[in-house]
């Protein structure tokens, strides 16, 4: 995710000095500062919601977010009932990442090769983890 977001920002703005061209793509010094500055923020971001994830139990974190929610009460916005969505959303996570990694390891049981091909070859691949 963060290299692909790094390479999107390379590519596509147009901010800048051309420092070197690909083909039809053309990168500017604004790009790469850009793509880098973003990458690093989705970086510490990924990093630090680990971080807190890891160090806090599921309890302490929903009363956390449910705290942080307080002023949606104001709105009329149901504050514990969006955070105990979020901290059901959050221990499920390594379920699903289970889920994933036993679904690819029994595709690869299945001769199927995620590595080589065309590129539709491999997305098509991929479909069973939708």
Same mark, same amino acid.
């Given at each position: 995710?963060?290299?692909?977001?790094?390479?999107?920002?390379?590519?596509?703005?147009?901010?800048?000095?051309?420092?070197?061209? =690909?083909?039809?793509?053309?990168?500017?010094?604004?790009?790469?500062?850009?793509?880098?500055?973003?990458?690093?923020?989705?970086?510490?971001?990924?990093?630090?919601?680990?971080?807190?994830?890891?160090?806090?139990?599921?309890?302490?974190?929903?009363?956390?977010?449910?705290?942080?929610?307080?002023? =949606?009460?104001?709105?009329?916005?149901?504050?514990?009932?969006?955070?105990?969505?979020?901290?059901?959303? =959050?221990?499920?996570?390594?379920?699903?990442?289970?889920?994933?990694?036993?679904?690819?390891?029994?595709?690869?049981?299945?001769?199927?090769?995620?590595?080589?091909?065309?590129?539709?070859?491999?997305?098509?691949?991929?479909?069973?983890?939708?």
């Amino acid at each position: 995710l963060v290299l692909f977001t790094l390479i999107l920002h390379v590519l596509l703005p147009k901010e800048g000095p051309v420092l070197m061209t =690909l083909g039809p793509f053309a990168i500017h010094e604004g790009g790469v500062m850009n793509g880098l500055f973003i990458a690093t923020r989705l970086l510490t971001l990924v990093m630090l919601t680990s971080l807190i994830t890891l160090t806090t139990s599921p309890i302490d974190l929903t009363d956390g977010v449910e705290s942080l929610f307080t002023p =949606l009460k104001k709105v009329g916005l149901p504050a514990h009932e969006l955070a105990l969505m979020m901290s059901i959303a =959050l221990r499920f996570i390594p379920t699903f990442m289970q889920e994933t990694e036993k679904i690819l390891k029994a595709q690869m049981a299945r001769g199927v090769d995620f590595s080589s091909g065309p590129i539709s070859k491999r997305i098509k691949a991929l479909l069973p983890l939708l």
